[in-house]
């Protein structure tokens, strides 16, 4: 009967081990925060994501239950070859259960495709193309701060609404810019307005002289900056420089971070108006949760991209949590779907079937020098647009999920 015992209680501690690690890979929890650490999209992302990330992870306690949260960090160095291979080798060597962030949409295109082959979830930050919920959706993955379609759904709308009736685009010449000028293109034809022309210009552009050039000769009221980051700072500097904005043109900023007007500052950027789905200085949560970022990254208030990795990771999280198992990504993702989303930055709101995040988003102003009461002081609110009103109509996408679904 001892024999049997025994036998029966190491049996029991075998089937108990198994099934723990069948629910969490590996006993480990491991999530692997995927951008570009030192290019054009390292202040808006970078190594504050990752501190973003580590945030929701302490939220939690370090764990889901007895499994221990890890995180994984690689540069993708804004190419998707490269990307790729780092997803590739995550999931089949390091065990890494989901990405995080990604910006240049290029490169997060490609990830979703590998993310989705290996059933494994993608929370979606950094990247802008709308085709990520479009064309190219995919059960494994979450697109979370923001889109092409809602940057050029209320900064287009807002310019032409504002007299801005001709426009001329500078269009970074990779998916993101492509996408974003293709999504503001409708809004502002939709709403009047005449597009006049467009140059596109390479990724990482230093000198923007000829562009602006041409977006001088075309007589266009707006020039619209399909770009980011580094090559939006560039082009307004150059603007400024140029003095488009005195001979009577106006910049749209299409997709501007907060850290892109910190590095301008406001003698330059005022007067300009951008939309973003987060600001750290909104209300008393979000300024709160911003000074505990802003001590974990050099005193640098957050981008809408790093606070969407922290609020995506806390909802994964709750996700893990009440399905117990990392397992299965699809059904990750379909949890995550499926409990409504609520956290101090983005507030309250919900997934989509094709895996748009669903939040409010806000037209801002930039401050003149004079309104600003401190360094990260740089906004000021014109409006609020409510997330179903801000992003694309779920039945417009194109996405194969939710024909599939009707």
């Known amino acids: 009967m001892k024999k049997l015992a025994a036998a029966t209680f190491v049996f029991a501690t075998i089937a108990l081990t198994a099934t723990a690690r069948a629910d969490f890979s590996d006993g480990v929890i491991k999530i692997g925060v995927l951008?570009?650490?030192?290019?054009?999209?390292?202040?808006?992302?970078?190594?504050?994501s990752l501190a973003a990330a580590q945030m929701a992870v302490d939220e939690v306690g370090g764990k889901i239950g007895k499994t221990p949260i890890e995180l994984v960090y690689a540069d993708h160095q804004n190419k998707p070859d490269i990307g790729s291979g780092i997803a590739r080798q995550w999931f089949d060597s390091d065990h890494v259960d989901a990405i995080v962030d990604v910006p240049t949409s290029s490169v997060a295109l490609a990830v979703s495709q590998?993310?989705?082959?290996?059933n494994k979830v993608f929370l979606a930050?950094?990247?802008?193309t709308s085709d990520l919920t479009g064309k190219a959706c995919s059960p494994n993955t979450v697109h979370w701060a923001y889109d092409t379609f809602a940057l050029g759904n209320v900064t287009g709308k807002a310019e032409v609404e504002a007299g801005g009736k001709t426009w001329f685009f500078l269009t970074a010449d990779y998916a993101f810019g492509q996408a974003l000028e293709r999504d503001t293109t409708k809004v502002v034809v939709a709403a009047g307005g005449k597009i006049l022309g467009g140059v596109k210009h390479p990724l990482n552009t230093s000198d923007f002289s000829s562009f602006l050039l041409q977006a001088q000769a075309s007589g266009a009221q707006v020039v619209g900056l399909a770009n980011a980051g580094g090559d939006t700072i560039n082009s307004i500097k150059a603007a400024h420089e140029f003095g488009l904005t005195k001979s009577g043109q106006k910049l749209a900023g299409l997709l501007v971070f907060l850290t892109d007007i910190h590095s301008l500052g406001l003698e330059t950027a005022q007067g300009l108006l951008l939309s973003e789905s987060f600001y750290w200085d909104r209300d008393a949560k979000t300024r709160a949760w911003s000074k505990k970022f802003a001590e974990k990254n050099?005193?640098?208030?957050?981008?809408?991209?790093?606070?969407g990795v922290y609020a995506?990771?806390?909802?994964?999280?709750?996700a893990l949590k009440e399905l117990k198992s990392d397992a299965d990504g699809k059904a990750v993702v379909d949890e995550m779907k499926k409990l409504p989303t609520d956290d101090v930055l983005f507030g309250k709101g919900s997934i989509r079937a094709d895996g748009r995040k669903i939040h409010s988003f806000y037209l801002y102003e930039v401050k003149k020098p004079a309104?600003?009461?401190g360094e990260w002081d740089l906004y000021k609110l014109v409006k609020e647009v409510p997330g179903d009103q801000a992003f694309r109509p779920l039945s417009e996408g194109g996405c194969s999920m939710v024909s599939a679904a009707k």
């Open 125 to 128: 930050n950094g990247p802008g």
């Open 35 to 48: 951008n570009d650490a030192s290019g054009l999209y390292a202040d808006l992302a970078g190594k504050g």
């Open 114 to 118: 590998v993310v989705k082959e290996k």
């Open 371 to 373: 309104e600003s009461k």
């Open 298 to 307: 050099g005193g640098k208030m957050p981008t809408m991209v790093q606070a």
């Open 312 to 318: 995506s990771v806390v909802h994964y999280l709750k």
